[in-house]
């Protein structure tokens, strides 16, 4: 895709979102990289950087270790505790404000930051970290309130597990929740794909599935992504900068933008 004007490729976007009808977004963990938390594949660091995250986001990392995964999950929870929503959620939840009905927001992020923002009816494609759940079928006296104090808790009765209420890595996502988000795609008139390296599916294959559509497909990334191929348009940038540009009609006035194309 040659280079084009910044002023071109941003003005076009924002036309097509400006006359959108229906708009779906896909977030990655890039839209939560301002805030403080490491995309899914910077997220080892210090103690965390021997492991390798498609491991520990696994049924079979934490079988072999629920220890260790359990408390990488405890790891993350704090730190995304400790961070707010940036502007990038802001203008996702603003728009949305603006336009009832009009978005439908599809996250590959676990963070929860969207809906700290305000955005509400978030399709989490890949569960949710705040949510905790039993590793295996129930016994009758299974009962999230009484659990062992162990890391992971356990039912004192049974022995199963809580685990981290999130798909891993060779589980199927949420049917409903898949279903919805594909059918948001496919009936959008314009996918904004952002902060996603594109590389995980089938979430990423939303943005092909819009594209064979026929939709207008928007790639919002600071770097190159596997859907760029796929792509309309895109605009090279971070998200903070970018979507309150193509959303917010007021942003972007005098933005120096990274490179737009
Ligand atoms: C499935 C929850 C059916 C956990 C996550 C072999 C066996 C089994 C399955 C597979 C297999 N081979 C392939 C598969 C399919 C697999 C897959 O896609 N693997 C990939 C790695 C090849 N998918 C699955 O397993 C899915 N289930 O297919 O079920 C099945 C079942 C059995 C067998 C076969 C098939 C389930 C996938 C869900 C995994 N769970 N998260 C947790 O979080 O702990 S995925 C995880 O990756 C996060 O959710 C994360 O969001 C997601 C995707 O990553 P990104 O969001 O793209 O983040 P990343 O760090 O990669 O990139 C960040 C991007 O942001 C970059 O592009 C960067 O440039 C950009 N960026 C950075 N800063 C900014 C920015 N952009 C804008 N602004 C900035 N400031």
Redesign the pocket.
């Known amino acids: 895709m040659t280079a084009s004007p910044p002023e071109t490729t941003l003005d076009t976007v924002r036309t097509w979102v400006a006359q959108a009808e229906r708009l779906c977004v896909l977030?990655?963990?890039?839209?939560s990289?301002?805030s403080g938390v490491?995309?899914?594949?910077?997220?080892q660091t210090g103690y965390w950087a021997q492991f390798r995250?498609?491991d520990?986001?696994s049924a079979a990392g934490f079988r072999a270790n629920p220890g260790r995964v359990w408390q990488?999950?405890q790891h993350?929870k704090a730190l995304i505790a400790a961070v707010q929503p940036n502007a990038?959620h802001h203008a996702l939840a603003q728009w949305s404000l603006q336009h009832p009905g009009a978005m439908t927001l599809v996250?590959?992020?676990?963070d929860g930051l969207h809906q700290r923002a305000g955005s509400t009816d978030v399709l989490c494609?890949?569960?949710d970290?705040w949510q905790d759940r039993w590793l295996n079928p129930t016994c009758p006296q299974c009962n999230a309130d009484v659990l062992t104090d162990g890391e992971p808790p356990a039912c004192p009765c049974c022995g199963n597990l809580r685990r981290?209420g999130?798909?891993?890595?060779?589980?199927?996502?949420p049917g409903r929740v898949l279903a919805n988000a594909q059918a948001a795609a496919e009936a959008c008139d314009v996918l904004l794909v952002?902060?996603?390296?594109?590389?995980?599916?089938?979430?990423?294959g939303l943005a092909q599935l819009a594209r064979r559509c026929g939709r207008r497909v928007v790639v919002?990334?600071?770097?190159?992504?596997d859907l760029d191929s796929v792509a309309d348009a895109v605009l090279r940038?971070?998200?903070?900068s970018?979507l309150p540009a193509v959303l917010l009609s007021d942003e972007g006035e005098g933005l120096q933008p990274a490179v737009w194309y």
């Open positions: 977030t990655g963990a890039g839209v990289a301002a490491p995309t899914f594949r910077d997220a995250a498609e520990m986001a990488w999950y993350r990038a996250t590959q992020n676990v494609l890949h569960g970290l981290p999130v798909v891993w890595f060779g589980e199927m996502l952002v902060g996603t390296a594109g590389v995980v599916y089938p979430a990423a919002l990334n600071t770097a190159a992504t940038g971070p998200a903070t970018s």
